[in-house]
């Protein structure tokens, strides 16, 4: 499965964003982070095959949240729903 | 490829005869009607941008925008899902807009997945296993607004009736006995 790297200067946590090439949530979702100089990766599931887009599905659904996008998956455990700023605030310590 | 202000000027005058308003923030906005532009070049129907569609025009025809969820979310919220259509006091700023929750039915979604596994799995006919339904499977109904008689033939009646706005509890089923498919 592809990921996109975005480098920045906050690594402290590990940050995947599922997402949707032509979701404007998601585009603030990712720009957000940027902008707070986060580190993250991100995957535009539109784009991807359909296994991966399962295994995807799985992948959010195994961490108890809805599959819809964008989600942010902190540290590989925590699943956040939507452009929730608060929610990624606290999340990320940022 | 539909030029972006044929897209824009279909979704402006949608707006207006339900008494909508389009995102007001520029950037946001073209970012979504981008995204429908991209989606009706890729599926050849405008699909939600905000959400994943199969490709089977059957298993999306609630996700094509305006989708089915435009208006229960609006009158709700005061967006859709995507914060395209706008309620009036969002637009002028006196109510923030945020995200709002999902209100297609998961099993809408499972069910595309599901065809999608399927369609992959007949490559090699040997694994092939019939576990979900076939577009063409997608039941199709004959419903009637009993308020104002407004006719629909899909699998569920609409949220709200787009002639009289009464509530989908106003739709019943036509039955009929000739087969109306192909
Ligand atoms: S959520 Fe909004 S943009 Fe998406 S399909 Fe529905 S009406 Fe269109």
Redesign the pocket.
Known sequence: MNKTKVPGKNNKHKVLIYAISTCAWCKMTKKFLSDNSVEYEYIDVDLTSDEDHEKIRQDIESKGAPPSYPTIIVDGKTAITGFRKDLIKEALEI | MMALDKVRQRAESDAKTYGYYLNPDADFLKD?LEG?QKNEERYGY??????VASGKLELDRD?????D??DP?VAEFGT??????IRKDMYEGKTPITPIPERRPQEKQTRAYAVAAEARAEKPPETAKVISPEPSQVKKKLWYCRQCGYVVYREDPPYVCPICKAKREMFAEIAVSTSLSG
């Open positions: 979504l429908l405008p699909s939600c941008p905000c959400r996700i094509i925008c305006p989708c969820y435009r979310d859709c899902y995507c914060a395209l259509y």
